[in-house]
């Protein structure tokens, strides 16, 4: 099975700030990496698919980069709403995996 | 509008059977996959399977030996039964639709606690 990891598990920032999340692949996923946001009580949204595709909605401070194994969300500038967890999953190959998730507060 | 809804039984005893029914709205059944994915404490997030629109189905090998995916799409419903549990199945189990891209769509899921 394909390892997602995730880092950091907890980010800190405060609101204006561009913040990174990364997932690194155990092997190639060329570009079949999806970023969701998960919010407390809610069902997680799709915000990236294919490495760096804005889903319909989504705006567009949140952006995806990456190939192969090594992948980055970026937020270009933190909004109170935009607390929440978030996590990677890769689809290049079954069985589909995830990352552990990096849970964003407020600073 | 897209909405999933998750239900169950909350509460199931080890070695007995989870029956959970995702209800859809805003789409076909026989136009989109169906996923099943679970959140457990100790694996984290977890592809369990799906059924495809034409019914067919692939689980996680995982899950295989006691995982069973299906559909009524009269009634527009997914369901997933899932035999022998144990309490590290205990999570919250969500059904996820696969449209543009696998897990467009979620459910908001339902807790599930295996315990005697």
């Known amino acids: 099975d394909i390892q997602m990891t995730q880092s950091p598990s907890f980010l800190s920032a405060s609101v204006g700030d561009r913040v990174t999340i990364n997932c690194k692949a155990s092997?190639?996923?060329?570009?079949?990496l999806n970023w969701y946001q998960q919010k407390l009580g809610e069902a997680p949204k799709l915000l990236i698919y294919?490495?760096?595709s804005l889903q319909t909605g989504i705006p567009s401070r949140f952006s995806g980069s990456g190939s192969g194994t090594d992948f980055t969300l970026t937020i270009s500038s933190l909004q109170p709403e935009d607390v929440a967890t978030y996590f990677c999953l890769q689809h290049n190959s079954w069985p589909w995996t995830f990352g552990g998730g990096t849970k964003l507060e407020l600073k | 509008q897209v909405q999933l809804k998750e239900t169950g039984p909350g509460l199931v005893q080890p070695t007995q059977t989870l029956s959970i029914t995702c209800t859809v709205s805003g789409f076909s059944l026989t136009s989109y996959y169906m996923q099943w994915v679970r959140q457990t404490p100790g694996k984290g997030l977890e592809w369990m399977g799906f059924?495809?629109?034409?019914?067919?189905?692939e689980y996680n090998s995982e899950f295989k030996s006691r995982l069973s995916i299906s559909r009524d799409t009269s009634k527009n419903q997914v369901f997933l039964k899932m035999n022998s549990l144990k309490t590290e199945d205990t999570g919250v189990y969500y059904c996820?639709?696969?449209?543009?891209?696998?897990?467009?769509?979620w459910g908001q899921g339902v807790m599930v606690t295996v315990s005697s």
């Open positions: 294919n490495a760096n």
């Open positions: 059924i495809r629109s034409g019914g067919s189905t």
């Open positions: 996820a639709r696969a449209g543009i891209t696998p897990f467009d769509y």
């Open positions: 092997q190639n996923i060329n570009r079949y």
